[in-house]
Each structure stands twice: as structure tokens, then as C-alpha cells.
């Protein structure tokens, strides 16, 4: 099969390495006749925008999770494909349950300026209730992880579909209401622009902490600092931004209640990732089903 390469072209070196060892079989290449390509492996930042070419391509293989970037394009009518691998799942995993049990143990209350606080005892982590705003492939690596320590874990979903485990509700206020800590892995789509609005913000527990690892459009970012302010939320752990790089004069930089990383929650890798780009190429060729088919009226 031959299978085009479209990504940024620092990708190339980093990317095709693993894609042919993991797909052997497969003649990759970063240009030619668009009517001679099988599949397309495609990231944000590559050289194709007009999709109407590929004709015979029977896959475009994102190796992002988000595709917001891609999904709206008009000339995009060949199945698409988002990424989830396995190193993306356990880095995000990895992310939320930190910045939990930093939340979860009080961290920042112990400066090291010689006062003994030890009147402050964190309960366990049964008594403190996480609420995942997603339950996709991240949002249940991340409920697998916490559960394991001891966190009881609520996700929500609008298809509400059942997780091992967890409770899964498709009411965004029953979801909101008894979440402590509260995780948004939601993708970007006009249904979860904006969700966590001054409202939706205001039916969180008092001193609850909101990690976004998701996507930035999800919160209201004058809600949120205004619910800081208020003293209704205790910290904000931001990962992404409607922005990015986040300006420097950005009032999230300066916010004693917000805490920035620079999208660094979860990448996904090229060794864990083109094992499952190879097996979608195959699946795409032979007419077997395809992982993580994005679903257009969805976005996702």
C-alpha cells in the first residue's frame, strides 16, 4: 500500500522510523500523485488542505486525538481516523492522577518557612469524589488509575454508556455537584465550547479544584478567574488554552489559584502509536472495522 505523509516536517525523521517498522509492507512517502495513495497519515501543521485529490484514499489516519483542526474540512470525505495509543492514555493517566493527589494532600499548604502546620489532615481518598468529564479512551485511563488508589470516580458522558466501576451520569449538574476535584478530558466540539460556564462552574462544591487537560475552549477563562476570585473554586491545573502559547501577559500566568503546564499532559509517541496506525492501515485495506473512526456530526 502506498501511504502519504502529511505533518510538520520535523515529523518525518521522528515518525518514520516506527511507521515502517510497524507496517513493513507499507510504501511511505511525503509526496506524488494524490490519486496513487492508499491512506493518508496526517497531522495539524501539513502540507495538504484540499483532501478532493486523494480519490482512491480509503483512510486518513490523524495521529493527533484532537481533530477539531480537521474534521470541519469540506474536502475531507474519506473516513478519518482519530488517535488514541497507548503511551498517549497512560501519559494522560499519569497527568490527572498527579495533579489529584497534589489536590487531594494539600501540597501547597506546606512552605518551607519553618511553621509547623500539622492541624490540617487530608481525608482518604475514599472520601474525596473525582468527577471525569469524558469517559472516551483518556477519560478512562484516568478513572482506572484513580479508582486504583481509592478515589470514587463519577464520569460523565452524554451517551452515558456504563464503565467498570464508575458512575457514569449524562446529567452535566449531577456530575458537577459532588465533584471535589473535577477532570475535563471533553474534546472540542460546538456541544462542549464554553460548558463550564460561570453557571456550570457555580454548582461545583465550594474549594473544588478543576484540572483541564482537555481542550481550552471547554471553560469560560472570565468564569473561571471570577470563580477564583470568589473564593468557590480553590485552584484551576491548566494544561491547554484557547491560545497557545499562552501570551505571557495572559492573566492565567499571574493568578495565585492557577496553576499552568504548557500542553504537556500527554503526546502521543511514535513507538506505542504506529502499532496502531499500521493495524488501521491494514483494517482500512482489507474492509475490517477501524479504530476510533470519528464520527462527523459529532466532532469526534
Known amino acids: 500500500m502506498r501511504v502519504r505523509f502529511s505533518a510538520r516536517p520535523q515529523a518525518w525523521d521522528e ?6 517498522a510497524a507496517c513493513p509492507e507499507m510504501v511511505l512517502e511525503r509526496g506524488g500523485d494524490p490519486a496513487a495513495f492508499d491512506a493518508i497519515i496526517y497531522a495539524p501543521g501539513g502540507d495538504i488542505e484540499d483532501f478532493a485529490p486523494y480519490r482512491n484514499t480509503r483512510l486518513v489516519q ?24 497507548p503511551g498517549l492514555a497512560a501519559g494522560m ?36 469524589p473525582v468527577t471525569i468529564l469524558g469517559m472516551g479512551e483518556l477519560g478512562r485511563a484516568t478513572a482506572r488509575h484513580l479508582r486504583a488508589i481509592g478515589f470514587p470516580v ?18 452535566l449538574p449531577t456530575a458537577l455537584a459532588q465533584a471535589q476535584i473535577l477532570i475535563a478530558l471533553l474534546p472540542d466540539t460546538p456541544d462542549t465550547r464554553n460548558l463550564m460556564d460561570a453557571a456550570s462552574l457555580g454548582l461545583l462544591p465550594k474549594g473544588a479544584w478543576l484540572i483541564n487537560p482537555g481542550r481550552g475552549t471547554l471553560i ?18 491548566l494544561d ?21 503546564t504548557p500542553h504537556i499532559a500527554a503526546e502521543t509517541r511514535p513507538e506505542t502509536a504506529a502499532p496502531v496506525v499500521a493495524a488501521n492501515l491494514r483494517a482500512a485495506m482489507s474492509g475490517g472495522p477501524i479504530s476510533c473512526l470519528v464520527d462527523r456530526s459529532r466532532g469526534y
Not at 67 to 78: A, F, H, P, S, W
Not at 105 to 125: C, F, H, K, T, V
Not at 155 to 171: I, K, L, M, N, Q
Not at 220 to 237: I, K, P, R, T, Y
Open 15 to 20: 515518525w518514520a522510523p516506527a511507521l515502517r
Open 240 to 260: 491547554v488554552f484557547r491560545t497557545e502559547p499562552l501570551p505571557p501577559d495572559h492573566p492565567f500566568w499571574h493568578h495565585a489559584g492557577v496553576t499552568v
Open 154 to 171: 463519577t464520569g460523565f458522558s452524554r451517551s452515558g454508556h456504563p464503565v467498570e466501576g464508575v458512575a457514569v451520569t449524562s446529567d
Open 93 to 128: 493517566a499519569e497527568y490527572c492522577t498527579g495533579w489529584t493527589m497534589r489536590a487531594h494532600l494539600g501540597m501547597d499548604r506546606y512552605a518551607q518557612d519553618g511553621i509547623w502546620r500539622n492541624g490540617q489532615i487530608p481525608p482518604l481518598a475514599a472520601e474525596r
Open 62 to 85: 490523524s495521529l493527533w486525538a484532537g481533530v477539531e483542526r480537521i474534521v470541519t474540512n469540506q474536502t475531507l470525505t474519506q473516513p478519518l481516523a482519530r488517535m488514541v495509543d
Open 220 to 237: 469560560d477563562d472570565h468564569a473561571l478567574l471570577d470563580a477564583l476570585d470568589a473564593g468557590h473554586l480553590a485552584h484551576a491545573v
